[in-house]
C-alpha cells in the first residue's frame, strides 16, 4: 500500500495562496493518477483537481480553475497543488489520493488516500 502524507495546510485570508505538498513513500509513485480531495463539514468531497502520470494532462473542477494549479515531482514522488486567490469556500480538509485509472474528473477509483491538511481561508 502506498502512504500519502499530505503537508502545507493552514490559515490564509481571503486572496492569499498555499502550496499543498502530497509525499508518497512508494517507489511506483509515477505509475498512478494522482488528485487532490477536498471535503467541508457538511458538503460532499470533492475532486479539486487530478494529474496524469506523466503531468502532461490534469482535470480542474469548476470551482478552482484559473485560481488552482496541480503538478507533480515523480523524480522525488511529490503531487502539490498551488492554490491561489484563495476564497473562504475553499476552506475543508485536503486530501490527496491516487489510482489507477487515467486522469479525469471521476472522482471514483482512487485506492490509496492521504491522512488529509487543513485549509482554513477567513475573510
Known amino acids: 500500500q502506498v502512504q500519502l502524507v499530505e503537508s502545507g495546510g493552514g490559515l490564509v485570508q481571503a486572496g492569499g495562496s498555499l502550496r499543498l505538498s502530497c509525499a508518497a513513500s512508494g517507489r511506483t509513485f509515477s505509475s498512478y493518477t494522482m488528485g487532490w480531495f477536498r471535503q467541508a463539514p457538511g458538503k460532499e468531497r470533492e475532486l479539486v483537481g487530478a494529474?496524469?502520470?506523466?503531468?502532461?494532462?490534469?482535470y480542474y473542477s469548476d470551482s478552482v480553475k484559473g485560481r488552482f494549479n496541480i503538478s507533480r515531482d515523480n523524480a522525488k514522488n511529490t503531487l502539490y497543488l498551488q492554490m491561489n486567490s484563495l476564497k473562504p469556500e475553499d476552506t475543508a480538509v485536503y486530501r490527496c489520493?491516487?489510482?489507477?485509472?487515467?486522469?479525469?474528473?471521476?472522482?471514483?477509483?482512487?485506492?490509496?488516500w492521504g491522512q488529509g491538511t487543513q485549509v482554513t481561508v477567513s475573510s
Open positions: 494529474i496524469a502520470r506523466s503531468g502532461a494532462r490534469t
Open positions: 489520493a491516487a489510482k489507477w485509472d487515467d486522469v479525469s474528473g471521476d472522482p471514483k477509483g482512487y485506492v490509496y
